[in-house]
């Protein structure tokens, strides 16, 4: 009877995790299959001032900041290039309770004669809010039809504003999001993590339903926000969650890119993944409503996506359990657990030792194992309490 029930956890175990990280990409494939996205013309306006200038949506692009010093300079320079009217764009730079001269060095980059067109506002708050509390404050006071989010350390292609705009001018549409890039990646197996979740965002948009978006960059309708609950860790998942319960679409654009400028180490990396999983495990339990089957795509989407994988470790760790009673019975199941323990052990030790393997394919397997291990940790700091809200730097020194 034990045995029995071992093998049904087992083999329970590894389906879910075999559905989650490659079924349910091979499904979206099939499901999005002559699915595309088009966009007005006015897209393709290339710098030229048109008439159709005027149809454009006015938009607040607000940035939180906390001590962003390297690489606010090459931000403002980057939102100063933008392909957009700078009559319809207001830009918000909220500083967070900085003390590395953040503020300071905006003022002086927004003076030089290529960013002074530049329609930018210097909110300085004296003491650490955290980001929801700023995000609260700053779209709340804002004016304009659509507000778009970023953050100071990623840049934007040109022609952000008019995808976005483009997309918005479908009344069905609240929330767009693009795609995040590094300018230069930590390893191979982190290009092939945003590899495969870009595919993945690319397919859900398809269907109408993407759920969570980046918070490098983002837009929606500023007429659809409501205030985010102050001890959310991933507003970047609940704000548009929120305007896709009142049956707007959020939808995925690779042709948005946003550059990443910062290059974390090995610990840093782990850290930010370890609170991305935290949220992940408290948006997964305060909007389990999403898997009623009225919701349709979004339930399957969240369920697939979203809702399995901060219990991804608990399911390795059924597998592993299970497979370590069996092996007292089956030789399978001996290599089973061999193979399960070598992997576990090896990438462990790359983490104590703040490295990586040298082979390629090893990296790739580093970066998704760590990154279960980082999720086990922070599912327990989530349900510890031991997550907080305020911003929060690792030390980027390799």
């Known amino acids: ?46 710098h030229q001032i048109t008439p159709l200038d005027h149809m454009l949506p006015s938009i ?25 009217p700078d009559y319809k764009l207001k830009v918000v730079l909220v500083c967070d309770g900085c ?12 003076a030089e ?23 609260n404050e700053a779209i709340s006071l804002s004016r304009c039809s659509v507000v778009a989010l970023s953050d100071v350390s990623s840049l934007l292609s040109n022609d952000s504003l008019l995808v976005v705009a483009a997309h918005l001018s479908n009344e069905n549409t609240g929330v767009i999001c693009g795609s995040y890039h590094f300018l ?12 495969y979740q870009r595919s993945i965002k690319t397919r859900e948009s398809a269907l109408g339903a993407t759920l969570g978006v980046h918070g490098a ?31 707007y679409r959020c939808l995925y654009d690779p042709r948005i890119i946003a550059m990443e400028l910062e290059q974390a180490c090995n610990e840093m ?32 989407n969240f369920f697939s996506g979203k809702f399995l994988r901060p219990f991804m470790p608990l399911f390795l760790f059924m ?3 299970s497979s370590a009673l069996l092996s007292l019975s089956y030789t399978i199941f001996q290599i089973f657990l061999f193979v399960q323990l070598g992997i576990y052990g090896i990438t462990v030790l790359y983490i104590f030792r703040r490295s990586q393997p040298n082979h390629k394919r090893l990296r790739v397997l580093f970066y998704l194992v760590s990154g279960h291990i980082a999720m086990a940790i922070g599912l327990i700091n989530y349900l510890s309490g031991q997550t907080k809200g305020q911003w929060k730097r690792v030390n980027t020194e390799t």
């Open 217 to 247: 960059f983002y837009a929606f309708r500023r007429e659809l926000f409501d205030l985010i609950p102050a001890d959310t860790i991933n507003d970047d998942f609940t704000l548009p969650v929120q305007i896709i319960l009142k049956g």
């Open 269 to 300: 990396d782990f850290q930010r993944r370890k609170r991305i999983a935290a949220g992940n495990i408290q948006q997964a339990l305060r909007h389990a409503g999403l898997l009623h089957p009225k919701f349709g795509k979004i339930a399957f």
């Open 99 to 110: 003390t590395d001269g953040t503020a300071q060095l905006a003022k002086e980059t927004l």
């Open 113 to 135: 004669s290529e960013c002074s067109h530049l329609n930018l506002s210097v909110v300085e708050k004296p003491e650490n809010c955290g980001k929801v509390a700023i995000l």
């Open 60 to 84: 607040s692009l607000i940035m939180p900041a906390y001590n962003e010093a390297g690489t606010i300079q090459e931000k403002i320079r980057n939102l100063a290039a933008l392909d957009y």
């Open 319 to 321: 597998a592993l359990a």
């Open 184 to 195: 230069k990646s930590l390893s191979v197996g982190e290009q092939a993590y945003w590899q």
């Open 1 to 46: 009877m034990i045995e029995w029930l071992a093998s049904v956890i087992f083999f329970m175990a590894a389906m879910v995790i075999v559905y989650h990280h490659i079924g349910y990409p091979l499904v979206l494939k099939m499901l999005t299959q002559g699915l595309e996205n088009t966009l007005p013309n006015f897209y393709h306006r290339r």
